[in-house]
């Protein structure tokens, strides 16, 4: 008993010790320290997720945007080669349609069969464009020969291009195979189609990377201010080209994504931990000032409770038998006369089963009255088990046992009734060794 009240004596001290209200501040900062930097990293999830919708957005916008120029170029391409014989000045005033209405090509092309560059739109700004030849390596002769075969579109990647700066060109087929007059080709160039195709928001925001299988090719934005932790990098689906870009986006708008939640949440657990331990501090000075006003109360919420165990056990043992643990002659009789007066108002019947024991005298005699008694209460337990919130088992004194059970509808209630207490006595007790039945 000496080491628990110890132990106590020793808590009380160190909950009474100056330097708790101390320690209470400590827990509270290092908890607001784990949870900004939990929230920082959750933040820091929610970053990373939107800057991949952007990076998704913008995919889907670009391979949204190729697809409408790939087929913008194929129909110019099929006019031409319905119409072979269309003059130059009538081509000329169907490719200035498509520079006007779209605003983004730096050239539409027609280029004959040997990949020279022969009629061209606008001619002003593209100096020494026409009698270039575009198959200027082999890899983009093998291109245009692949697309020439197969009538399918071919986009050159990121190239230096003949009017100067860099950009790429979508080459359509003017027929297939044999019958193939040409390409009809469109020339973008990359600032332009930047400034056409991505928001100034974004190209504020972002530095755009594109990457051609695993080199980078172009950059779009300057790099200054860009954010060294977050980086998404996209596929872009186009036909014949192998691309991807990387977004980085600047610090302003990594700063522009953080929530305020984190540096709000350790202020606010670290103003509670200083509230804390200055209303402990303050707790301590009471409870010193009251401990012997606490210890009296102590002792007297002990003696109460003592008080109502003894009367709980009092009014226990007037309502139960000490021996069988079942409810004695006197609560079943007055549980009897209230259950009956119920049963009165309500027009109901009551089963009543008086249960005497045979030969249990002869046994008491002959074995010894605590035979008798272990066996009352093993019949007892048995008893027990039917017992419920209708029926109630109670024990008479001697070898007798009184059942009553309420709310009963039929006789066949009453019989099987019966028939529980005559399971009760099939199996043998084994009393002190020996089976009595």
């Not at 069969?113 to 061209?120: G, M, T």
């Not at 100067?164 to 973008?188: C, E, H, K, L, S």
């Not at 056409?196 to 779009?220: E, K």
């Not at 609560?331 to 108002?345: G, K, N, P, Q, Y």
Request: glycine share 6%; net charge negative; aromatic share 8%.
């Amino acid at each position: 008993m000496s080491k628990p009240a110890s132990a106590t004596r020793t808590l009380v001290r160190v909950l009474l010790s100056p330097v708790f209200p101390v320690l209470i501040f400590l827990v509270f900062l290092a908890l607001a320290t784990l949870l900004r930097h939990g929230l920082e990293q959750q933040d820091n999830r929610q970053i990373a997720a939107n800057l991949e919708h952007q990076a998704e957005a913008m995919a889907a916008g670009l391979e949204r945007e190729f697809s409408i120029h790939v087929k913008t170029i194929q129909r110019m391409a099929e006019r031409l080669e319905v119409m072979p014989e269309t003059p130059e000045s009538v081509w000329s005033a169907d490719a200035r349609r498509y520079l006007k209405d779209f605003g983004v090509y730096q050239a539409v092309e027609w280029i004959d069969r040997n990949f020279i560059i022969r009629w061209l739109e606008p001619v002003s700004g593209n100096p020494d464009v026409i009698g270039f030849n575009v198959a200027f390596s082999e890899q983009r002769r093998q291109a245009l020969e692949s697309a020439r075969a197969t009538g399918n579109p071919d986009i050159s990647g990121v190239i230096s291009l003949k009017q100067g700066g860099q950009g790429f060109v979508i080459y359509a087929p003017v027929g297939t195979g044999t019958d193939n007059n040409g390409f009809i080709a469109g020339v973008f160039r990359m600032e332009v189609l930047a400034q056409q195709m991505l928001s100034s928001r974004i190209l504020d925001s972002f530095q755009i990377d594109l990457i051609t299988g695993d080199t980078r090719t172009y950059q779009l934005t300057p790099s200054d201010g860009i954010s060294e932790i977050f980086a998404h990098t996209e596929p872009v689906n186009l036909p014949t080209l192998n691309w991807s870009f990387t977004l980085h986006p600047t610090e302003a708008w990594v700063q522009n994504q953080r929530s305020d939640w984190p540096a709000m949440t350790f202020g606010s657990l670290s103003l509670l931990g200083l509230l804390t331990s200055l209303t402990t501090l303050l707790v301590q000075l009471i409870l010193k000032r009251n401990r012997a006003l606490l210890k009296t109360r102590i002792e007297l919420d002990r003696e109460i409770d003592q008080r109502k165990i003894i009367q709980q056990d009092v009014a226990r043992l007037e309502s139960t038998d000490t021996l069988t643990g079942l409810a004695n002659r006197r609560f079943f009789m007055e549980d009897l006369a209230h259950t009956l007066s119920i049963a009165d108002r309500q027009m109901r019947q009551v089963a009543l089963v008086l249960l005497d024991l045979d030969r249990f005298q002869m046994l008491n005699d002959s074995l010894g009255h605590q035979f008798g008694d272990e066996l009352l209460i093993k019949i007892s337990e048995r008893l027990n088990g039917l017992g419920d919130e209708r029926i109630l088992v109670a024990y008479a004194g001697g070898d007798e046992f009184m059942l009553c059970q309420q709310q009963v509808d039929s006789v066949d209630d009453v019989i099987h009734l019966l028939g529980e207490v005559k399971q009760c006595f099939e199996a043998p007790y084994e009393v002190q060794g020996q089976a009595s039945t």
